[in-house]
């Protein structure tokens, strides 16, 4: 009977390449749901149709019209509201890509009522939804700004953040407003991560003070940083290790600045502060001084305790990102890369060819695969590994690896 009623629609179709309208109308009288969801796909059926079975059919009758571009808008205003999360998430989906496409005619006559449709996901109970939206709509220009400002004020990070980030609609006011209204330290990491931020909003991000946030921010080279911010983050820094390569790289570090660095960071940091071009001589040589002492103490009573330390818990197997990290302080490259052989199971000139290869994907896949932490893995790259600070991969969320566990075995196995 199914398959009679799409031949004998084909053969009455003028001009169409699928079903007439008497026969789509008697796939949906008929109620077979085989039927029904060949017509809910279909990009010829007819909108009433699609109208109808926005209303009648089942879930996955529904979620397929919510996929399809030629239902009509009024049925997409229909399942905006469905009781069927899969339904609005595909909604969701399609209708975020449509709107901001639309082009002068088509705003003319169904614009209204798409927008509202939109608006109305946006405004949904779920989080998935709403982040659906956001993730579709944060790069456009053809959305109201009211719905980018509703999205980018959401509580919820992964629906604020994509939008906080990428959207061009928002203003560097909007964004001086929404930080100061108080955020979810991923949103704010999300704000900090923004192409050629503005100082007036780096200005409210420092304020905040946020670990992850501040180091994103002082990470980003395109951000505008003044001297005087940058100088109340390093009254801050002493303790904050996240941030100590990302200060000193500013090229807005003040000399007080750079002084007052040069007494907390890691000794191959601060080769990357002597070898500045913006210092006066009185600085440099304070610097050179500073680096000479680093080097005696690596190499004196309390380095070779140190060092006889971590051998010993080395050969136990219980290397841990402490002891690590005092030797890459230490300047201890050498144990480093024996170190970094035995606990990723590669050899030494496996070690050494990565170390040695300027690239910070492949630096922390050496960390991660070692079973290090991702501090580890940043003290790894400005120190043995020399990775200039402007390219020096950093935490997510202050912590985090920032690379998926497959990429960072792929950018590893590039060199075995």
């Not at 579709?136 to 919820?156: F, M, N, Q």
């Not at 070898?275 to 001589?281: C, S, V």
């Not at 290869?357 to 630096?363: E, P, Q, Y």
Request: net charge negative; aromatic share 4%.
């Amino acid at each position: 009977m199914l398959m009679s009623l799409f031949r004998r629609g084909r053969d009455r179709d003028h001009g169409r390449h699928g079903l007439s309208y008497e026969a789509q109308r008697a796939l949906v009288t008929a109620g077979d749901p085989g039927g029904r969801r060949k017509l809910a796909r279909a990009t010829d059926t007819r909108p009433e149709m699609l109208y109808y079975l926005a209303g009648q059919g089942d879930a996955e009758i529904r979620r397929d019209i919510a996929t399809n571009r030629a239902t009509p808008v009024q049925a997409d205003r229909l399942l905006a509201d469905d009781v069927d999360v899969e339904v609005r998430a595909q909604l969701a989906h399609k209708i975020a890509r449509l709107v901001p496409d639309m082009n002068a005619e088509e705003r003319e006559r169904i614009g209204a009522l798409a927008l509202e449709t939109l608006e109305t996901l946006a405004r949904d109970q779920l989080p998935r939804v709403r982040a659906i939206v956001a993730e579709e709509v944060k790069s456009a220009r053809g959305v109201p700004r009211e719905l980018i400002r509703r999205l980018a004020a959401d509580t919820e990070s992964i629906v604020a953040a994509p939008v906080l980030e990428y959207s061009p609609l928002l203003g560097d006011d909007d964004l001086r407003e929404l930080v100061a209204a108080g955020m979810a330290s991923d949103a704010l990491d999300a704000v900090a991560r923004r192409d050629s931020l503005a100082a007036e909003v780096s200005d409210v991000i420092a304020a905040t003070l946020d670990v992850a946030a501040v180091a994103t921010l002082l990470a980003n080279e395109s951000a505008q940083i003044r001297e005087d911010t940058l100088d109340a983050l390093v009254d801050n820094a002493a303790d904050v290790d996240t941030w100590h390569p990302g200060l000193v790289a500013r090229p807005e570090l003040s000399i007080r600045a750079v002084r007052r660095v040069s007494g907390f960071v890691a000794a191959s940091l601060l080769e990357i502060l002597a070898r500045r071009n913006d210092l006066d001589d009185a600085t440099r040589k304070d610097l050179d001084q500073k680096v000479r002492q680093r080097l005696r103490e690596s190499s004196g009573p309390e380095g070779d305790a140190e060092a006889a330390r971590t051998h010993e818990v080395t050969d136990a197997g219980l290397v841990d990102d402490e002891a690590l990290q005092a030797a890459i302080d230490g300047g201890r490259r050498d144990f480093v890369v024996e170190v970094l052989a035995r606990k990723t199971a590669l050899e030494t000139t496996t070690i050494d060819k990565v170390m040695r290869s300027g690239s910070a994907k492949a630096v922390t896949a050496l960390a991660w695969r070692a079973g290090f932490s991702m501090r580890s893995a940043i003290q790894l790259q400005t120190g043995p590994a020399r990775i200039p600070p402007p390219q020096v991969l950093m935490a997510r969320n202050g912590t985090d690896y920032p690379v998926p566990p497959e990429d960072l075995a792929w950018h590893l196995e590039a060199f075995l």
